[in-house]
């Protein structure tokens, strides 16, 4: 495992460059990173990689994200992404097992918050799309209630995981220092406050312009 990693805390961005982001960390990882960011459109949605524009409520903005996975509000959730090289332990392991390995980090914090969770045995039987009503195994959930999900992309550099918290009210700044403490170690041995590079920011400026934010992208299913 790599012993340092990096940790990046972004505030607002719209939606195309929030997922543009993730993809050129993605493109250039060499050692892990832990993302944390926010939404500067406060009804943004996002939706799988897979998904059909026809389940779209209407009049919302959206993004199609590089990830699988259902339809996220971005409305109230706390948004992270995982970023590891092909190299890391997480990525090799394998989708199942790394979705456990991070649920249950975040399980433990959301744990230290107060707040009563566990991991999702099985799926729930679920005919909604929208990813918060159609809980999968390894989800994180409080009875019948998702609390937290994720979607994962395995390229040839490496593992984006994005996850979505859905917990509300929260204090954030508390849960993302818990969330910083439990997923850590699944990184590597420190982790260290960061930035983009320069090469990273180029590269998602140009992802933004040329792939998220176009239809050709957002409604090609």
């Known amino acids: 495992m790599s012993t340092s990693a990096r940790l990046l805390l972004h505030g607002l961005a719209d939606r195309f ?29 996002s939706i799988g990689y897979f998904d059909s524009v026809s389940e779209l409520p209407a009049a919302r903005p959206f993004v199609r994200r590089y990830t699988g996975g259902g339809l996220v509000d971005h409305a109230r959730d706390f948004t992270y992404s995982v970023i590891v090289p092909k190299q890391h332990p997480l990525c090799q392991q ?38 918060f009503q159609k809980p999968v195994k390894y989800d994180v959930v409080q009875g019948q209630s998702k609390l937290a999900g994720a ?25 993302r220092l ?20 320069q090469s990273e920011e180029a590269r998602a400026q140009t992802l933004r312009e040329e792939r998220y934010s176009r239809d050709d992208w957002n409604f090609s299913r």
């Open 17 to 45: 460059l929030n997922m543009a982001i993730d993809e050129s960390l993605l493109r250039e990882v060499s050692q892990p990173v832990l993302r944390f960011y926010r939404w500067s459109e406060a009804d943004a949605l």
């Open 94 to 131: 394998g989708t199942s097992a790394s979705y456990q390995a991070i649920h249950e980090a975040v399980t433990q914090a959301l744990l230290e918050q107060g707040i009563g969770a566990e991991l999702a045995p099985c799926c729930f039987e679920a005919t909604s799309k929208a990813c």
């Open 151 to 175: 979607a994962q992309r395995r390229t040839r550099e490496g593992c984006l995981h994005q996850g979505s918290i859905l917990v509300h009210p929260i204090d954030v700044d508390s849960l």
């Open 178 to 197: 818990s969330l910083t403490k439990t997923l850590g170690p699944l990184l590597a041995e420190t982790l260290t406050p960061d930035q983009l590079t």
